[in-house]
């Protein structure tokens, strides 16, 4: 299997790499459009503030590229935001792929969110054999609001998208590359989508 993490500068790649070779596979990275297309399951990670993530994938055609791939596709933190029609970070338009704008957790709770958090009302073949209620963790200002494309659920402040699911699209809030044993049996169950 051809397992691509695109490379764009704004991702936590290495913990996902290791996370891939814990599982016995094998990921390259690349911004490579010939590359990304060829690949059968394709990682599109993110750290880091959304306009200035969305400027490097412009800057590269990633932008036109990503909506368009036919293969099953990880979107993980920043890069399930990306994915989404806007962000109030920044002020940035989205990719379009997931019908949600992103917007910011109030003041009512300390922001970012860090550190370890329940997902719940699973959905999709993502979470096969997951538990309900089993811990992630996530570190995040902003978030997708519950919506039709969610297949997981947490609540900080208000219940939100903690992982959404349109077409051969998938995203996650949270880290599964740093969310122990679970998180990286969810990233091995996208492997194996």
Same mark, same amino acid.
């Given at each position: 299997?051809?397992?691509?993490?695109?490379?764009?500068?704004a991702g936590n790649i290495q913990s996902i790499m290791f996370a891939i070779e814990r599982l016995g596979y094998k990921a390259i990275l690349s911004n490579n459009p010939d590359e990304i297309l060829a690949a059968d399951k394709v990682i599109f990670p993110g750290v880091?503030?959304?306009?200035?993530?969305?400027?490097k994938l412009i800057e590269s055609g990633l932008d036109s590229l990503i909506p368009n791939l036919k293969q099953p596709v990880l979107g993980i933190c920043l890069g399930m935001q990306l994915m989404c029609q806007s962000s109030?970070?920044?002020? %940035?338009?989205? @990719?379009g792929i997931f019908d949600?704008?992103?917007?910011? #957790? %109030?003041?009512?709770?300390?922001?970012?969110?860090?550190?370890?958090?329940?997902?719940?009302n699973l959905k999709s073949d993502l979470f096969r054999e997951i538990p309900e209620n089993e811990f992630m963790y996530l570190v995040h200002?902003?978030?997708?609001?519950n919506?039709?494309?969610?297949?997981? %659920?947490t609540h900080y402040d208000v219940e939100y998208a903690s992982a959404l699911h349109k077409n051969n699209f998938y995203g996650t809030q949270f880290?599964?590359?740093?969310?122990?044993?679970?998180?990286?049996?969810? @990233?091995?169950? #996208?492997?194996?989508?």
């Open positions: 299997m051809k397992i691509v993490i695109i490379n764009y500068g880091g503030e959304a306009s200035s993530a969305m400027e109030e970070e920044g002020n %940035t338009k989205g @990719l949600v704008d992103v917007v910011k #957790f %109030t003041s009512n709770v300390k922001v970012p969110q860090m550190g370890w958090n329940q997902i719940y200002s902003f978030y997708a609001p919506c039709p494309e969610a297949i997981a %659920t880290h599964p590359e740093k969310s122990g044993d679970i998180g990286e049996k969810i @990233l091995g169950n #996208f492997l194996n989508i």
